[in-house]
């Protein structure tokens, strides 16, 4: 087996196909023809029992990194040079590995993105890829599986964030997640919402402090030697005093888990430490949390935190809290105490994005350079969504009176929004629009930074802090109801007149 290190990794880390077709377009003499390719997703994500309304844009700095990086090397251009077809004959010419030789870098690729963090939505190109035709070929499956993955789980994360009420989040999925593609979840959940993860490399990496409790094994063991659970969690709190969350569920969560607990936190703050918390991984977290509280309170634990986890996502959050905040309405107590106390630890169903498990995004060819002219192209088909918004273009998005989003609007390159009335369009339906007055606009803000050029970032790597207080602000003014966990409102993504004119006429003359 040919390999080396970084091949999995380098420039081969694409589809045969964007191979064959970069040597079809240098056999023809348009490899190195201008072109523009749009990055944009098609629908949000659906998890069966509740839907996303919005997503959060997230895996953009890797993507720039990769690409700062990546060029063809000789043992990339070896490995192409022996691959043979059926009939024995090489599939790829010298003269076509020659050129990705000298030319095989990103160093003529232009991109125009969206920043990383921000909220963004269905149809509305992402980020614009600008450059010659057979790189950008290329760059697609790269650019498709730095993107699409990290947005699904920024996503996910951002609804986990809402669901809990602004009390923290913790993500542990990598023990299930896609083989090294945990590290790239990790990293988008942090961006989406969760406060922190357990992946210790990525915590260095995002400069946070990484967290995890222990496991039942470690009270299995102690166990299995005969020392027993309450033994257990003593060794455990005279490593970590000041770190100290005891798991309570290995044996019997209410008759022993919770009681051993309480003991060894009345001996750590004898000793002149305050315990942090106990973990409750299993059963009714709802009915648990509330027993566990009552009892920790009694024994004058009043700020210990309980963290639930478990097979945890937006929903299974929102079904708890709406359970506490029941049993105490019926109870008539205050349940504020309680609430001010749970932190959510949310595994597999973070990491995998359990009900939509891949993003529907997409990087489709809409304009192409001819005698100095771009020309936009277009993409035809029986299903409406799959109709690409054509040519070169810019984005805005509009702020009503509120303060409040009201739309994502796709223009042509040259069109300005003046003064007046505008009429936008449904970037698929034909006859659906809609008219906005813009002096009732308060802001129209364009979407679209440069963030690569000449084959390096031209704009600093974004903080995790700044990718935070995007998604924060983006958020603040995104309505309630398009945040909603179950069945949100549609958010509007519009074209311009022009822009739905030039579609509707190349979609006729390609349908001759």
Request: aromatic fraction near 8%; glycine fraction near 10%.
């Amino acid at each position: 087996m040919s390999s080396y290190p970084g091949l999995t990794e380098g420039v081969l880390f694409t589809d045969q196909y964007q191979l064959t077709m970069a040597q079809l377009y240098f056999e023809r003499g348009l490899h190195e023809r201008p072109a523009q390719f749009d990055y944009f997703f098609r629908r949000y994500p659906d998890y069966g029992r509740h839907q996303a309304g919005y997503a959060v844009f997230a895996g953009l700095d890797p993507l720039l990194d990769w690409m700062d990086r990546i060029r063809f090397t000789d043992a990339d251009l070896d490995l192409l040079r022996d691959q043979r077809n059926e009939a024995g004959i090489r599939r790829f010419g010298d003269e076509f590995l020659d050129w990705l030789g000298d030319h095989g870098g990103f160093d003529d690729v232009i991109i125009n993105a969206i920043p990383e963090g921000r909220v963004v939505h269905a149809n509305v190109p992402i980020a614009i890829v600008e450059g010659p035709l057979a790189l950008l070929q290329i760059l697609e499956t790269a650019l498709l599986n730095h993107l699409n993955y990290p947005t699904l789980i920024a996503t996910k994360a951002s609804r986990i964030h809402e669901a809990a009420g602004g009390r923290p989040a913790l993500e542990f999925g990598m023990r299930r997640g896609p083989s090294f593609g945990a590290n790239a979840g990790g990293r988008a959940a942090l961006i989406g919402g969760a406060d922190f993860t357990s992946n210790v490399g990525v915590s260095h990496e995002m400069e946070i402090d990484p967290k995890g409790t222990h496991a039942h094994s470690m009270v299995q063991v102690f166990m299995a030697l005969g020392e027993g659970e309450l033994e257990a969690f003593r060794a455990y709190a005279a490593v970590y005093p000041d770190d100290c969350i005891l798991l309570v569920d290995t044996i019997d969560t209410l008759d022993s888990g919770i009681p051993n607990a309480i003991e060894v936190f009345r001996e750590l703050r004898a000793s002149g430490h305050e315990p942090v918390g106990i973990r409750l991984d299993s059963g009714d977290l709802a009915y648990l949390s509330i027993e566990a509280a009552d009892m920790l309170d009694a024994a004058g634990f009043t700020e210990v935190a309980i963290v639930l986890s478990g097979n945890l996502d937006e929903l299974e959050i929102w079904q708890i809290r709406a359970q506490i905040l029941d049993e105490f309405a019926r109870a008539g107590r205050d349940p504020s105490g309680l609430m001010d106390r749970l932190i959510y630890g949310v595994g597999t169903r973070l990491i995998t994005s359990q009900g939509h498990e891949a993003l529907d995004g997409v990087y489709k060819l809409v304009a192409l350079q001819t005698n100095g002219e771009w020309v936009p192209a277009i993409k035809v088909s029986d299903t409406p969504e799959k109709v690409p918004i054509p040519g070169k273009k810019q984005i805005w998005r509009l702020y009503d009176g509120r303060g409040r989003a009201t739309a994502d609007v796709v223009g042509l390159a040259d069109e300005t929004l003046t003064n007046g009335e505008i009429v936008l369009h449904h970037p698929h339906r034909e006859g659906v629009s809609r008219r906005i007055e813009l002096e009732n606009i308060t802001e129209i803000e364009d979407l679209l930074v440069e963030v690569f050029r000449s084959g390096k970032r031209v704009t600093a790597k974004s903080t995790l802090d700044e990718m935070r207080q995007r998604r924060v602000t983006d958020l603040e003014r995104l309505d309630a109801g398009v945040r909603r966990l179950v069945n949100p409102h549609i958010y509007h993504v519009s074209l311009t007149e022009r822009m739905k004119q030039l579609q509707m006429r190349l979609i006729e003359e390609a349908r001759g």
